[in-house]
C-alpha cells in the first residue's frame, strides 16, 4: 500500500541541537582556557613568595600540584570543545540531508498521485455508453484496440495504479535507506564525540567518579598523595553526599545473597576508607550494624553456608572495617595509606552532620559501642528447635573487627578506644572486665562445640575457630603497631601512632575491675599482668588466649619497648618557666611514658609468673602446663626484656644481698626508666620453675642460616630468637658494654679500680650465670648444644666490638646484637680478611680456652683507652712495648693499632698484658680476671635462696 504521508512526516527531521552544541563547545572551551589562565595554572612552577615554615612548605607543594592539576584539567577542555563543534556539524549537515530527503520523498508520492489521476481520466475517456451495454450486458467492457475479445476498462485502470504504487514503493525504499543512513551516520558522530569527551575526561577522573557526581568527581580528581588537602575536602564533601545511601542499604531486611553481593561490590570498599566511614558513623548505630551482621549471616547460610568467601562473610568483614574506622580506627594498607595519612592531617577542620566534628562523631560512635557491648542478639540457631543462641555486642565487635584485622593486617583501632578522658572507663577496659564477667574465652571454646549456628564469620571446625570466636583476641589483634608502620615502603608522620600507642600503655598501666554475678566482692588487677597470666584458662594453669599469646606478646613489644632516646626526670626548676614550660612539659611526659612501658615489661614477668604459680603440674617432658599453653607469649618475653637486662642487672644486684628494692621506675643509669621487683619475686623467677627457667622451652625450629657462622643469620619460625638466646645474648653484651664503660671511666689506682669494676658488674654476673644455668634446671635434652652456640655468639659480640667499640648507648648496643636494631652488628663490624670459617674456628677457640667471664673482662680491657697498670704507664707505651716484645713473633709491626689485629695478635697481647713485663709494669687485667670470679660463692648461695623462696611460696 502506497505511503501517501508528506516527507515531513515519514522521515522526521533530526532535533535542531546544532546551535545548543555549538554554544556549549563555545562555553567548554571557554572554560578550558579561563582555568588554564588561572594564577595557580600560569604559576605552577613558583612557589608563593613570604610564606615560610613546614606548614608553609607543605601548603606551597600542594599548591605547586594544584597547579599542575589545573593545567591537566584544563586541558581536557579544548578535545571535548572540538568534539562538540564536530558533532554540531554533523547535525547539520543531517539536517540539511534529511530536508533533501523529504522533498525527494514529496516528489514521489506528487508523482504517483499524478499517476493516479491520469489512470482515472482514461477511465473516464473510454465510456462505451448505452448501446454497449445493451449489446454485450457490461458498459465497462469494450474491444481494446487489437484485441479479438472484450477489454474492461477498470482493469487497465487498475495496471496503472499498480504501476505507478511500485514505481512509489521503490522510491521511497530507497529515500528510506538513505535516510537511515543519513541517521546512523549522525550515530556514529555523536559516538565519536561522546567517545572524545570521555577520553578527555577520563584522563581526568574514571568511569565511575565520572558517573558519580559531581562530588565523586572532586574526590577523584584531586588524590591524597598529591593533594591531601585537597582531597580531603572534595572526599568528604563526596562521603557526606553518598553516607545515606549506605546506611538505607544497610538497613534492608531481609536480605539475599544478591543484594550482599551487590552492597560489596558497590560500597564494600566505602566502610575502610577514614572519610566514608566517619561519615556514616552519623546514620547508623552498632545496634543497626550488629542486626545487618546477622541479617547477612541468615542469608549466608541459606546460599552456601560453607564457603569462606561467601558475599556474607565479605559484607561482615566490611563492616568489622567500619566499626573500627568508625571509633577513631587506621587503616594503613596499601590501597588506603595515603588517604589515611590526608584524614588524619585534616580531621581536625571536617564538620559532618549538625555540624558535629570528627572527634565528636568518634565520641559518640565509642559511647554507642559501650552502651551496647552487653546488650543480646539471638543469632538464627541450626537446626531450627535448638537450644537458641545469643551473642552479646561486644561479641560481635570482637568477631567482625578481628575478622577485618586478620584479613588487613594494617588495621589498628584508635587511640581513644584504649583511653578517653570523655568516658569514665574505656571501650577496651571495659571490654576487658565484660570478658571475665561473661567467660570470655570459655564461651568462645562453647561456640564451636555447643548448638549449632549461623556464624557471622568463617569456621572451618579447625581449633582456630575458637580462636577467632573469642572477642578479646580479636581485639589483641587489631593493636600493635602495623608492621608497614617500620618497613621503607612508606612514610607515615609518627604522630598519631606514637598517640594510639600511649593511649595503649595508659589501658595496660591501669587496673582492671574484676567481678562475675557468684563473687562476693570484686577484686582489682594489672591489665597487663590480668592478660597475662590470669585470662581465659590461664587460671587453671591453661591457655590464656588460644593463639598461645602471639598476638598479646605483639602487642605489649609494641608497647613496652623503652624510648629510643635516653629520658631523665626533670625539675620545673631547671626551666625558665617551670612546671609550665613547653620544654619541661615535653620531657616530663617522656620520662612519665618510659615508666609506663617500664612497668608494663615487669607486670608481663609478674603475670607470666602467676601463670607458672596457677597449677604445678608438668608436662612429660618437665614443661609447666601454662608454659606449654602460652609458648607464644613465651617466647615473646624474650624480645621483649632484651633491652632491659640492665634492669634485671640492678634487680639481681640488690636481692643477692637482700638490700632494699628500688621502687617507683626511676631512670637507670643508661637513661630509660627500669622495671622494679621485690627480692623475693626475683629469686622465685630464677627457681627451677620460675620464669626464666620454663623460657627454656622455648625452642623454635631453625629454619634457615644454620650452616653461617654468623649468628645474624639464623633464622627461626616465628621470625624471633629463642627466648633465652636473645636474653643470653643481650646480657652478654650489656656486660661487655658496661665493664667498657667502667674501665675507661676510672684513672684510679689498680687495687681501688678493680674493686670499682667488680663490684659495679656483679648483678650482670649473677643474670648472666642464672640464665645460663636455666637449660639445665629445666632438664632440656642436649642443653650443651645451646651452651655451645652461646659461646659462639658471645664471640662473635667480643669481636665485632673490639672492630669498633660500641659509641652510643648500651640499648642501641643490645638491639644490635639481637638484632633488632637499624643494623646488625655483624654485618655492620665483622669484616675481616679471614674467612668465615677461620673467623669461627678462631673464636671458638678463645671460648673454649677462656673461662666465661674473663673473655668479656679481656675484650672489654684491651678495647678501652685506659690500660691501668702499675707503672702508670700510657695505653700507647704498653702497646709499643709489647709490638718491641713480642710484635715480631706474632707478624705485629710498629703502629699497628689493636683494632687491626688479627685473633691470633690480640690473644697474644691479652697473654702478655696479664703478665709482668720486662720493663716491670704489671696491668690491672688479671687481677680484674681475679675479681670476675670473687663472688663466686655469693652467686651459689644466691640459687639456694632461689629454690627456698619457690618452695616456701608454694
Not at 537511515?180 to 574514571?206: C, E, F, G, H, P
Not at 588487677?525 to 590470669?534: H, I, P
Not at 637486662?645 to 628500688?662: E, K, Q, W
Amino acid at each position: 500500500m502506497a505511503d501517501l504521508r508528506s516527507g515531513a512526516d515519514a522521515l522526521p527531521q533530526v532535533p535542531r541541537v546544532a546551535m545548543s552544541a555549538q554554544s556549549l563547545a563555545t562555553d567548554v572551551s571557554r572554560k578550558g582556557s579561563a582555568i588554564g589562565q588561572t594564577q595557580v595554572a600560569q604559576n605552577k612552577s613558583l612557589p608563593p613568595e613570604e610564606w615560610t615554615g613546614a606548614a608553609a612548605d607543605a601548603a606551597s607543594s600542594e599548591i605547586q600540584k594544584l597547579g599542575e592539576k589545573t593545567v591537566k584539567l584544563s586541558e581536557a577542555f579544548p578535545p571535548a570543545s572540538t568534539a562538540l563543534n564536530t558533532w554540531a556539524d554533523a547535525v547539520n549537515s543531517t539536517i540539511s540531508s534529511v530536508t533533501d530527503l523529504q522533498k525527494e520523498w514529496d516528489e514521489a508520492v506528487s508523482t504517483y498521485n499524478k499517476a493516479v489521476e491520469d489512470a482515472e481520466a482514461q477511465y473516464k475517456a473510454k465510456d462505451p455508453g448505452f448501446l454497449s451495454g445493451l449489446l454485450y450486458g457490461d458498459r465497462d467492457q469494450y474491444m481494446a484496440p487489437g484485441s479479438p475479445l472484450p477489454h474492461s476498462r477498470s482493469e487497465e485502470r487498475q495496471e496503472a495504479i499498480n504501476a505507478a504504487e511500485t514505481a512509489l514503493t521503490s522510491s521511497q525504499t530507497d529515500i528510506h535507506n538513505r535516510y537511515v543512513t543519513a541517521l546512523n551516520k549522525l550515530d556514529d558522530s555523536a559516538q565519536t564525540a561522546a567517545n572524545d569527551i570521555n577520553n578527555a575526561r577520563r584522563n581526568i577522573v574514571s568511569d565511575t567518579a565520572g558517573s558519580g557526581g559531581r562530588t565523586s568527581v572532586g574526590a577523584a580528581l584531586f588524590p591524597a598523595q598529591d593533594m591531601p588537602y585537597t582531597s580531603s575536602a572534595a572526599t568528604w564533601e563526596d562521603a557526606q553526599k553518598i553516607a545515606p545511601e549506605i546506611a538505607e542499604a544497610l538497613a534492608k531486611e531481609p536480605m539475599s545473597i544478591e543484594d550482599l553481593k551487590a552492597f560489596n561490590e558497590k560500597y564494600g570498599h566505602y566502610l575502610s576508607n577514614p572519610f566514608y566511614a566517619t561519615a556514616l558513623a552519623q546514620h547508623v548505630s552498632m545496634d543497626d550494624i550488629y542486626k545487618a551482621a546477622i541479617t547477612a549471616s541468615d542469608a549466608g547460610y541459606r546460599a552456601d553456608p560453607s564457603n569462606p568467601n561467601s558475599a556474607s562473610y565479605v559484607f561482615n568483614r566490611n563492616l568489622g572495617s567500619l566499626m573500627v574506622m568508625a571509633t577513631g580506627g587506621s587503616n594503613l594498607s596499601t590501597e588506603m595509606w595515603h588517604t589515611q595519612k590526608a584524614f588524619d592531617m585534616l580531621s581536625g577542620v571536617l564538620v559532618g552532620k549538625d555540624g558535629a566534628t570528627v572527634s565528636e562523631i568518634v565520641q559518640t560512635k565509642l559511647e554507642d559501642l559501650q552502651a551496647t557491648g552487653r546488650n543480646t542478639y539471638p543469632v538464627q540457631k541450626l537446626p531450627s528447635g535448638a537450644t537458641e543462641v545469643s551473642l552479646q555486642g561486644y561479641d560481635i565487635f570482637g568477631q567482625l573487627a578481628g575478622y577485618a584485622g586478620r584479613v588487613n593486617t594494617s588495621l589498628v583501632l584508635g587511640p581513644e578506644f584504649y583511653d578517653n578522658p570523655n568516658q569514665a572507663k574505656s571501650v577496651f577496659t571495659d571490654m576487658v572486665e565484660w570478658d571475665y564477667e561473661t567467660h570470655g574465652s570459655s564461651r568462645a571454646r562453647q561456640l564451636t562445640v555447643g548448638p549449632q549456628f549461623n556464624s557471622l564469620i568463617p569456621m572451618d571446625g579447625s581449633e582456630k575457630d575458637q580462636h577467632h570466636l573469642d572477642s578479646l583476641q580479636g581485639i589483641l589483634e587489631l593493636s600493635d603497631t602495623p608492621d608497614r608502620m617500620t618497613s621503607d615502603e612508606i612514610s607515615l608522620p609518627r604522630e598519631v601512632e606514637d598517640r594510639r600507642l600511649e593511649a595503649l600503655r595508659n589501658a595496660l598501666d591501669r587496673d582492671v575491675t574484676l567481678q562475675r554475678e557468684e563473687d562476693s566482692s570484686a577484686t582489682s588487677m594489672n591489665t597487663t599482668r590480668y592478660l597475662t597470666g590470669s585470662r581465659g584458662y590461664a587460671e587453671m594453669g591453661e591457655s590464656a588466649f588460644f593463639d598461645g599469646g602471639e598476638a598479646l606478646g605483639d602487642m605489649l613489644n609494641d608497647a613496652a619497648r623503652p624510648s629510643e632516646k635516653p629520658v631523665f626526670e626533670p625539675s620545673p626548676s631547671d626551666y625558665p618557666l617551670g612546671a609550665d614550660d613547653p620544654a619541661f612539659k615535653h620531657e616530663y611526659e617522656r620520662f612519665v611514658s618510659d615508666q609506663k612501658r617500664a612497668r608494663i615489661a615487669q607486670n608481663l614477668l609478674l603475670g607470666y609468673q602467676d601463670g607458672l604459680d596457677h597449677d604445678e603440674r608438668l608436662l612429660d617432658k618437665g614443661e609447666d602446663r601454662f608454659g606449654h599453653a602460652n609458648a607464644k607469649t613465651r617466647s615473646w618475653i624474650g624480645t621483649i626484656l632484651a633491652p632491659r637486662v640492665d634492669d634485671l642487672a640492678a634487680i639481681l644486684d640488690t636481692a643477692r644481698s637482700d638490700g632494699t628494692p628500688a621502687t617507683g621506675n626511676q631512670v637507670g643509669l643508661h637513661g630509660h626508666a627500669q622495671m622494679n621487683l621485690d627480692n623475693d619475686t626475683i629469686k622465685r623467677m630464677f627457681a627451677s620453675n620460675g620464669l626464666f627457667t620454663d623460657l627454656a622451652h622455648d625452642q623454635p625450629t631453625l629454619v634457615s642460616g644454620g650452616s653461617s657462622p654468623d649468628p645474624s643469620h639464623w633464622q627461626y619460625a616465628g621470625g624471633r630468637r629463642p627466648a633465652l638466646q636473645a636474653l643470653q645474648t643481650a646480657a652478654w653484651t650489656g656486660y661487655r658494654y658496661r665493664l667498657g664503660e667502667l674501665i675507661n671511666g676510672t684513672d684510679e689506682t689498680s687495687t681501688n679500680f678493680t674493686a670499682n669494676v667488680s663490684n659495679n658488674t656483679s648483678g650482670w654476673r649473677m643474670l648472666i650465670e642464672g640464665l645460663d644455668q636455666a637449660p639445665a634446671r629445666a632438664e632440656i635434652p642436649h642443653h650443651d648444644q645451646i651452651e655451645a652456640r652461646n659461646k659462639l655468639i658471645r664471640g662473635f659480640i667480643d669481636f665485632g666490638m673490639s672492630k669498633v667499640p660500641a659509641t652510643g648507648t648500651m640499648q642501641e648496643a643490645i638491639m644490635a646484637a639481637v638484632g633488632q636494631g637499624k643494623d646488625s652488628i655483624y654485618d655492620k663490624y665483622l669484616s675481616t680478611d679471614m674467612t668465615a670459617q677461620e673467623l669461627t674456628k678462631a673464636i671458638n677457640d678463645r671460648a673454649e680456652e677462656t673461662t666465661k667471664f674473663n673473655m668479656a673482662v679481656e675484650g672489654a680491657f684491651v678495647d678501652s683507652d685506659n690500660w691501668v697498670n702499675s707503672a702508670g704507664m700510657t695505653k700507647q707505651q704498653l702497646l709499643d712495648q709489647f709490638i718491641h716484645d713480642k710484635g715480631y713473633g706474632l707478624g705485629v709491626s710498629p703502629g699497628m693499632t689493636v683494632e687491626n689485629m688479627t685473633p691470633a695478635q690480640r690473644e697474644g697481647l691479652i697473654d702478655y698484658l696479664k703478665k709482668e713485663t720486662p720493663g716491670g709494669s704489671m696491668s690491672a687485667l688479671k687481677d680484674l680476671e681475679d675479681a670476675s670470679d670473687i663472688d663466686k660463692s655469693v652467686r651459689a648461695h644466691f640459687w639456694e635462696a632461689c629454690e627456698a623462696a619457690a618452695k616456701a611460696h608454694h
